[in-house]
């Protein structure tokens, strides 16, 4: 089993949907997951961590359940510049270790 | 944060040649990672470069095929040894820095999109 499996969709929204994106992970022993954003033909970025409390950052939502090893990111009212491929990442015990989803892709249309 | 200066950007290369990746990163990190990425999947960790020591391979890769030298705390190169049109791929370098969070952020290189003929 893959240590992170995520729909790679893709997502076609209009502009202002709400929209989200599920992941799951192996290893329960994992401790630190993040969403990133990955822009066409450009490197990945960091969009935000994801804390067990759930936490929000502007239209971004990230939540974490661990009892399911289950992560979501929801995305309201979105926008044309959302357009891009969402990675879910954990951390793994090693080191600076992470394993990466496969993306998943979204485009807002207007 | 960390700026990595990753070159060339793109290449086409002739099958059974190398390729050698650079990145320069802009502050002293321990550890470098080398990510492969292949249309439509995930990045997939090829190995992590230490400086003083030999590079540790993930599973599947090996050091004949992707050497890797780690000279200094902020420089690093992959070479990617006798392509194949199956190496054809984005090839990344990542560092880990303190973001914007206060937390260890993985920041990366622009990529390296190579195509073998």
């Known amino acids: 089993r893959k240590e992170v499996e995520q729909d790679p969709g893709p997502f076609n929204v209009p502009e202002g949907a709400t929209v989200a994106f599920n992941c799951t992970y192996s290893?329960?022993?994992?401790?630190?997951f993040f969403w990133y954003r990955q822009d066409c033909r450009k490197e990945p970025k960091l969009l935000m961590s994801v804390y067990s409390s759930g936490n929000e950052d502007g239209r971004f939502t990230a939540q974490l359940n661990r009892a399911s090893q289950y992560i979501s990111l929801l995305i309201r009212d979105s926008k044309l510049s959302d357009s891009a491929t969402y990675l879910c990442?954990?951390?793994?015990?090693?080191?600076?270790?992470?394993?990466f989803g496969r993306g998943t892709q979204l485009t807002v249309w207007p | 944060s960390a700026v990595i200066s990753q070159k060339p950007s793109r290449d086409i290369c002739q099958r059974g040649t190398s390729l050698t990746i650079q990145c320069q990163v802009d502050?002293?990190?321990?550890?470098m990672f080398w990510y492969r990425q292949q249309p439509g999947q995930s990045l997939t960790l090829i190995a992590t470069a230490n400086q003083g020591s030999e590079a540790t391979y993930e599973s599947g890769f090996v050091i004949d095929k992707f050497p890797i030298s780690r000279p200094n705390l902020t420089f690093s190169t992959l070479t990617v040894s006798n392509m194949s049109p199956e190496d054809s791929s984005i090839y990344l370098c990542s560092v880990d820095a303190t973001g914007g969070e206060s937390v260890a952020e993985a920041f990366f290189g622009q990529g390296t999109r190579l195509t073998v003929v």
């Open positions: 990442v954990k951390r793994g015990s090693t080191l600076g270790r992470l394993y």
């Open positions: 290893n329960s022993a994992s401790q630190s």
């Open positions: 502050s002293q990190v321990t550890m």
